[in-house]
T-cell receptor, first 112, second 116 residues
């Protein structure tokens, strides 16, 4: 079945540091890939997505590229801010699928 | 964008009572909604898929009689935790929309349930 493996956390960075959160997946079809962010006490919000190989999703300075050859969708940001502190979830939806498969989440803490 | 509203955001009640959580799609119709449970510092656990006008589909290990789901309209699904006990304390999140594989899910803000 489908699965998503995320880099284990927690991750603690200083403000303006470079961020990478690794995500790899297995899927039977041609999945779409997503990154969601969850701020404390809230639900999940879509951060970015990519729907086919070599697509790059980007939003709020975050980027992730759909790499079919390595089955990866790593999240990156060049300069993190304290306000980026949250839990980040990598997810996929396989072809014709309504529900998502989520990774375990990675907690990011950015210190001033 | 699509908005999903979840209510209440926080509830505390005594052991043995039943608690109802509502999930509404505010600006779109949702034939399918999903209910998740999230433990502290853990990922989302899909509990069930709520289908408008028909029975919910529960994931393996989720007690149907414990977690009653009703999806009576295209904009509302409810999760009722029956005879709640302290071990049912958790963060419950619903989602709706995005039924195509290239569409994201839209999540409610979650309900923090604390059973004393």
């Amino acid at each position: 079945g489908d699965s998503v493996t995320q880099m284990e956390g927690p991750v603690t960075l200083s403000e303006e540091a470079f961020l990478t959160i690794n995500c790899t997946y297995t899927a039977t079809g041609y999945p779409s890939l997503f990154w969601y962010v969850q701020y404390p006490g809230e639900g999940l919000q879509l951060l970015l997505k990519a729907t086919k190989a070599d697509d790059k999703g980007s939003n709020k300075g975050f980027e992730a590229t759909y790499r079919k050859e390595t089955t990866s969708f790593h999240l990156e940001k060049g300069s993190v801010q304290v306000s980026d502190s949250a839990v980040y979830f990598c997810a996929l939806k396989d072809t014709n699928a309504g529900k998502s498969t989520f990774g375990d989440g990675t907690t990011l803490t950015v210190k001033p | 964008g699509a908005v999903v509203s979840q209510h209440p955001s926080w509830v505390i009640c005594k052991s043995g009572t039943s608690v109802k959580i509502e999930c509404r799609s505010l600006d779109f119709q949702a034939t399918t909604m999903f209910w998740y449970r999230q433990f502290p510092k853990q990922s989302l656990m899909l509990m069930a898929t709520s289908n408008e006008g028909s029975k919910a589909t529960y994931e393996q290990g989720v007690e149907k009689d414990k977690f009653l789901i009703n999806h009576a309209s295209l904009t509302l699904s409810t999760l009722t935790v029956t005879s709640a006990h302290p071990e049912d304390s958790s963060f419950y999140i619903c989602s709706a929309g995005g039924l195509m594989s290239n569409q994201p899910q839209h999540f409610g803000d979650g309900t923090r349930l604390s059973i004393l």
